[in-house]
């Protein structure tokens, strides 16, 4: 099992230092990549709104459900934006911009893919029980309805809540971050399993901390965007992010080993 787990490691890619300024030439080639494949792209990015208001409008009554899924969703994005990834490998490799293929890119390598997605899945779960302690334990306002819910974080009137709140969830979107930096791209591209893909994700986080926090921050930033038009922004925002996300899987990643 040792031997196992160190012969991964060696195998594993070698990973660029880039410099803290590189998240804006992700963002500026995936702005490059949207408007080449605007179309398709926004088809992504108004499944990610339409979720967005779908969970909004099944939880309207119990908004506390609605905040742990609409920012647990986002947990899975990794994976619900292989499609984003794909049509820009479409546009590296100057193929003509179609939708249909990249809605079935997963199955390149359904398995390992298949497998990262159930383990993020898994952390969503963990994150909406552990939103849901967060409100019973912190939130003594009463459930909160959606006006209530902006309103308090706006005023900032339950101070306990919010760090509570902010301190669970950022524990949560670090580690998921973390091991999906470049994994999802990685495994679409390359093929490989799983195992590699997360430890060459973790290799990428470790070796680059300074871009990735404001990588992380500009994710966030963009995120929130979308959510202050009422989810409408997310159909832009989402993939501007999967678009970039494959540069940044670009930037940070060897490119000895890619598939062609």
Known sequence: MESDTQAQVSA???V????PSAPFRWLAAGGRDFR??????????ACFALMGWLIAFTFRHAYEYVSALVTGFFLVGPFLAIGLYDLSRRRERGEAPRLAPTLSAWRSNAGAIGIFALVLTVILLLWARASLIVFALFYTQGMPTAAKFIDQIFSLDNL???FAYALVGGFFAVLTFAVSVVSVPMMLDRRTDGVVAVLTSLKAF?????AMLVWGIAIVALVICGFALAFAGLAVAVPLIGHATWHAYRGLV??????T
């Open 12 to 14: 594993l890619p070698a």
């Open 16 to 19: 660029n230092e880039v410099a």
């Open 36 to 45: 080449a494949h605007s179309l398709a792209s926004l088809f992504y990015g």
């Open 160 to 162: 306990e809540f919010l």
């Open 206 to 210: 470790a070796g680059n901390v300074p």
């Open 254 to 259: 060897d490119s000895s080993g890619s598939s």
